[in-house]
T-cell receptor, first 113, second 114 residues
Framework: GNSVTQMEGPVTLSEEAFLTINCTYTATGYPSLFWYVQYPGEGLQLLLKATKADDKGSNKGFEATYRKETTSFHLEKGSVQVSDSAVYFCALLTTDSWGKFQFGAGTQVVVTP | EAEVAQSPRYKITEKSQAVAFWCDPISGHATLYWYRQILGQGPELLVQFQDESVVDDSQLPKDRFSAERLKGVDSTLKIQPAELGDSAMYLC????????????FGEGSRLTVL
């Protein structure tokens, strides 16, 4: 079946540090891949996406590249801010007829001043 | 900016009671989803609607959960009777159409069953 595995949190780092959150997936076909972010007290919102192999999604200084050979979609940011403190979810969208989303367990990121 | 509306934000109930959650998706969004999110886990799909039709309810515990979207707009998720293990965040999301790739989430309804 389809699944998403992402690194466990919490990840704690200082402002301006480099952030990487690992995400790997298992899926049949060629899914689209996403990162969603959930800020405290808010709903999940799309951060970035990639729809095919070697695509790079980017938004708000975050980037992730769809790597089919390693079935990975790692999230990176070069210099984090306190406002980036949130829970980050990796997700895939299956290619079956009704397009089911499969989410990872989420990784909490805490950025300290 | 259009948003997915959910109510109530918080619900505390005793086990064996009935509880209902309401969701109003973004106008024009044909696809509506109900997810359950247990603390520390990712959202898990309970039911997916395309307009007023259920297209996936394979993970919905049908002995106690029901969902409807009668006019293809807003939706209600009901639990009867509630059990202790139902304590979770219930998320509603919508998308313009299946496969468009972006889900828009509401803020969720947090259920606590005592």
């Amino acid at each position: 079946g389809n699944s998403v595995t992402q690194m466990e949190g919490p990840v704690t780092l200082s402002e301006e540090a480099f952030l990487t959150i690992n995400c790997t997936y298992t899926a049949t076909g060629y899914p689209s891949l996403f990162w969603y972010v959930q800020y405290p007290g808010e709903g999940l919102q799309l951060l970035l996406k990639a729809t095919k192999a070697d695509d790079k999604g980017s938004n708000k200084g975050f980037e992730a590249t769809y790597r089919k050979e390693t079935t990975s979609f790692h999230l990176e940011k070069g210099s984090v801010q306190v406002s980036d403190s949130a829970v980050y979810f990796c997700a895939l969208l299956t290619t079956d007829s009704w397009g089911k989303f499969q989410f990872g367990a989420g990784t909490q990121v805490v950025v300290t001043p | 900016e259009a948003e997915v509306a959910q109510s109530p934000r918080y619900k505390i109930t005793e086990k064996s009671q009935a509880v209902a959650f309401w969701c109003d998706p973004i106008s024009g969004h044909a696809t509506l989803y109900w997810y359950r999110q247990i603390l520390g886990q990712g959202p898990e799909l309970l039911v997916q609607f395309q307009d007023e039709s259920v297209v996936d309810d394979s993970q919905l515990p049908k002995d106690r959960f029901s969902a409807e979207r009668l006019k293809g707009v807003d939706s209600t998720l009901k639990i009867q009777p509630a059990e202790l293990g139902d304590s979770a965040m219930y998320l509603c999301a919508s998308s313009l159409a299946v496969g468009t790739g972006e889900l828009f989430f509401g803020e969720g309804s947090r259920l606590t069953v005592l």
